[in-house]
């Protein structure tokens, strides 16, 4: 997301601790970022500039980042003149997306320079430059030629000039002023349309919070003049008393960073900080780590998907030879009838139609016209050992197959399912562990990483619940945590987590059992569908063959129950409420 400006003066208010800061370090781990590591009375710091299209963005950050072995140009620059400065202060241009940071620095001589580093967060017109004392651009990071902009030129030695903006400064902004801009355009965009600073989000809030629905057109400039002085008391309240938070969607993903909570948006998918720098920061954070998982599931579920067309692919061979197990019979027939009527069969013949005695129906036998009678004959009840001995071999392969697609099934489940790095290591493991990824580094070491700890619950009449994270988590929870009068549940011919209701000697009562069934069917691959069948048993009658892979068991004495996935009563039950 963008920074608006109104996130900007808190986090410039903020940075004002900085003041007295000692630049250390200057990096640029991307080819649009710059981070000042900075030594400061409270400790070390990072200062994070970003003049990305969808990100910029200045704030603290405790986000490490790799760096290129070799500094870009412009970080060069910087450290040449600004690498062993101090920060002297933070401004922002009224309420717009600019900042600057008065820095003072020792040049070759000693004598101590002044510079700004100016950084406009501008979406991709977003940029950071170096200024000397007369305000001229020393360098920028992006330079913009008469060709790229007619309107405004960024380049070395040209006068450094705020870019153009012809919206109000809500803070200081006389009031009829912003009501006669407020009038210019439907209030929905008028908003954001006319003032500094204000995102749509912002914007919205603003109107909400002002009319608590849509917002009226205006009719006359009393109305206007209501709004602004609305806005302007909304912006110094806020920015006075500010809650910084970040606000997550229903998926659990970040969906924009504010000053304070915005009034359209749920409690529940909010995080507060301290800080207006930390919230951001945890943003990135909570994005940075989003995408970090999103990779690797895209790593391993790539894998699976590679081992399962290749074993799809042997199946589908073993599958071929069971069918052929039919040809059997034929053949065996086929050979006998040719003995019995061996003198009756010429070499050089391509077929016989000879007397089925089985069913005293002529069939027509094939022949090979370069063999004597006897040696079709041999032929045919060759190719019937032949094809019983693959018959045996097929059955066996088919099955171990099968299974194997199961586990992996099971696998991909684990992996879409996985909520941490922690989950997904140990998809990994396995995947390593039985060859379906090349192995790590890690190989090497002896495999003794502690299992995630399974989902907890209680049932509404105090049953406890424990659910596998995967399909080492389940077989650690079904073999060697639930007692054997335990109750196991699991979705029929589904992936999906191994679920234990705890007895202690009780008889469970059917809400518990149903909450369980609930459970099993939300973990499960039946998650986003209907009703789903789940059956349950007691844990004494689970068991696992032998060489059977993680999560992998069998059972009988079982009960089937349809019950339909809950989210929000597995959440409940989870957080115990």
């Given at each position: 997301?963008?920074?608006?400006?109104?996130?900007?003066?808190?986090i410039?208010?903020?940075?004002?601790?900085l003041?007295?800061?000692?630049?250390?370090?200057i990096?640029?781990?991307?080819?649009?970022?710059?981070?000042?590591?900075?030594?400061?009375?409270?400790?070390?710091k990072?200062?994070?500039?970003?003049?990305?299209?969808?990100?910029?963005?200045?704030?603290?950050?405790?986000?490490?980042?790799?760096?290129?072995?070799?500094?870009?140009?412009?970080?060069?620059?910087?450290?040449k003149?600004?690498?062993?400065?101090?920060?002297?202060?933070f401004s922002q241009?009224?309420?717009?997306?600019v900042?600057?940071?008065?820095?003072?620095?020792?040049?070759?001589?000693?004598?101590?320079?002044?510079?700004?580093?100016?950084?406009?967060?501008?979406?991709?017109h977003?940029?950071?430059?170096?200024?000397?004392?007369?305000?001229?651009?020393?360098?920028?990071?992006k330079?913009?030629?008469?060709?790229?902009?007619?309107?405004?030129q960024?380049?070395?030695?040209?006068k450094y000039?705020?870019?153009?903006?012809?919206?109000?400064?809500?803070?200081?902004?006389?009031?009829?002023?912003?009501?006669?801009?407020?009038?210019?355009?439907p209030?929905?965009?008028?908003?954001?349309?006319?003032?500094?600073?204000?995102?749509?989000?912002?914007?919205?809030?603003?109107?909400?919070?002002?009319?608590?629905?849509?917002?009226?057109?205006?009719?006359?400039?009393?109305?206007?003049?209501?709004?602004?002085?609305?806005?302007?008391?909304?912006?110094?309240?806020?920015?006075?008393?500010?809650?910084?938070?970040?606000?997550?969607n229903?998926?659990?993903?970040?969906?924009?960073?504010s000053?304070?909570?915005?009034?359209?948006?749920?409690?529940?998918?909010?995080?507060?900080y301290?800080?207006?720098?930390?919230?951001?920061?945890?943003?990135?954070?909570?994005?940075?780590?989003?995408?970090?998982?999103?990779?690797?599931?895209?790593?391993?579920?790539?894998?699976?998907?590679?081992?399962?067309?290749?074993?799809?692919?042997?199946?589908?061979?073993?599958?071929?030879?069971?069918?052929?197990?039919?040809?059997?019979?034929?053949?065996?027939?086929?050979?006998?009838?040719?003995?019995?009527?061996?003198?009756?069969?010429?070499?050089?013949?391509?077929?016989?139609?000879?007397?089925?005695?089985?069913?005293?129906?002529?069939?027509?036998?094939?022949?090979?016209?370069?063999?004597?009678?006897?040696?079709?004959?041999?032929?045919y009840?060759?190719?019937?050992?032949?094809?019983?001995?693959?018959?045996?071999?097929?059955?066996?392969?088919?099955?171990?197959?099968?299974?194997?697609?199961?586990?992996?099934?099971?696998?991909?489940?684990?992996?879409?399912?996985?909520?941490?790095?922690?989950?997904?290591?140990e998809?990994?493991?396995?995947?390593?562990?039985?060859?379906?990824?090349?192995?790590?580094?890690?190989d090497?070491?002896?495999?003794?990483?502690?299992?995630?700890?399974?989902?907890?619950?209680?049932?509404?009449?105090?049953?406890?619940?424990?659910?596998?994270?995967?399909?080492?988590?389940?077989?650690?929870?079904?073999?060697?945590?639930?007692?054997?009068?335990?109750?196991?549940?699991?979705?029929?011919?589904?992936?999906?987590?191994?679920?234990?209701?705890?007895?202690?000697?009780?008889?469970?009562?059917?809400?518990a059992?149903?909450?369980?069934?609930?459970?099993?069917?939300?973990?499960?691959?039946?998650k986003?569908?209907?009703?789903?069948?789940?059956?349950?048993?007691?844990?004494?009658?689970?068991?696992?063959?032998?060489?059977?892979?993680?999560?992998?068991?069998?059972y009988?004495?079982?009960t089937?129950?349809?019950?339909?996935?809950d989210?929000?009563?597995?959440?409940?039950?989870?957080?115990?409420?």
């Amino acid at each position: 997301m963008t920074m608006d400006g109104v996130t900007l003066h808190k986090i410039v208010e903020e940075l004002s601790s900085l003041t007295g800061a000692k630049i250390e370090k200057i990096q640029q781990p991307a080819s649009d970022e710059i981070v000042l590591r900075l030594h400061t009375l409270s400790g070390k710091k990072q200062l994070v500039l970003s003049a990305n299209a969808s990100d910029c963005r200045i704030h603290l950050t405790d986000m490490k980042r790799d760096n290129p072995k070799t500094a870009p140009n412009f970080c060069m620059f910087l450290r040449k003149y600004i690498g062993n400065g101090r920060i002297e202060g933070f401004s922002q241009c009224g309420m717009d997306r600019v900042v600057s940071i008065s820095i003072s620095a020792k040049d070759e001589m000693g004598v101590v320079v002044w510079y700004d580093l100016v950084v406009e967060i501008m979406s991709k017109h977003s940029n950071i430059m170096l200024l000397n004392v007369d305000g001229k651009i020393m360098e920028s990071l992006k330079h913009v030629s008469f060709d790229v902009s007619r309107v405004r030129q960024v380049l070395p030695g040209m006068k450094y000039s705020f870019p153009p903006s012809e919206k109000l400064d809500p803070l200081t902004a006389d009031i009829s002023d912003m009501a006669r801009r407020l009038m210019e355009s439907p209030v929905s965009h008028a908003v954001c349309d006319s003032l500094q600073g204000i995102s749509h989000q912002t914007a919205e809030d603003i109107l909400q919070k002002k009319y608590s629905g849509k917002a009226p057109q205006f009719t006359n400039e009393a109305e206007a003049r209501s709004l602004a002085s609305f806005i302007a008391e909304y912006l110094k309240q806020n920015l006075a008393f500010s809650r910084p938070c970040l606000q997550k969607n229903g998926a659990g993903l970040p969906v924009f960073y504010s000053v304070v909570p915005y009034a359209a948006y749920s409690e529940a998918g909010r995080i507060y900080y301290k800080t207006m720098n930390e919230a951001v920061d945890g943003y990135y954070a909570l994005r940075r780590e989003i995408s970090a998982m999103n990779a690797g599931k895209n790593k391993l579920l790539s894998a699976i998907k590679k081992n399962r067309a290749r074993i799809s692919k042997k199946l589908k061979i073993q599958n071929e030879t069971l069918a052929s197990a039919q040809n059997i019979e034929k053949y065996r027939i086929y050979g006998e009838l040719i003995t019995a009527n061996i003198y009756a069969i010429k070499r050089g013949m391509k077929s016989a139609e000879l007397l089925n005695y089985y069913t005293n129906e002529p069939v027509v036998v094939p022949l090979d016209e370069k063999l004597s009678p006897s040696a079709n004959a041999t032929k045919y009840f060759k190719r019937v050992g032949k094809l019983k001995n693959a018959l045996i071999v097929a059955k066996k392969q088919s099955v171990l197959y099968s299974d194997e697609l199961k586990y992996l099934d099971d696998l991909e489940y684990c992996t879409n399912s996985a909520a941490t790095p922690e989950d997904l290591e140990e998809v990994r493991l396995d995947l390593e562990k039985y060859g379906y990824l090349p192995a790590g580094h890690q190989d090497k070491v002896k495999r003794s990483d502690p299992l995630s700890s399974p989902y907890q619950f209680t049932s509404s009449d105090g049953f406890s619940i424990l659910a596998g994270r995967n399909s080492r988590g389940n077989d650690a929870l079904t073999m060697r945590v639930a007692g054997k009068d335990d109750l196991w549940f699991h979705g029929r011919n589904i992936p999906g987590s191994h679920v234990i209701l705890f007895t202690k000697g009780k008889q469970p009562s059917e809400t518990a059992i149903f909450e369980a069934a609930t459970i099993a069917a939300t973990l499960s691959k039946a998650k986003s569908s209907g009703k789903t069948d789940i059956d349950y048993a007691p844990r004494s009658h689970v068991w696992k063959a032998n060489g059977a892979r993680p999560g992998m068991v069998l059972y009988d004495g079982h009960t089937t129950i349809t019950v339909k996935p809950d989210p929000e009563l597995t959440e409940r039950l989870r957080s115990g409420i």
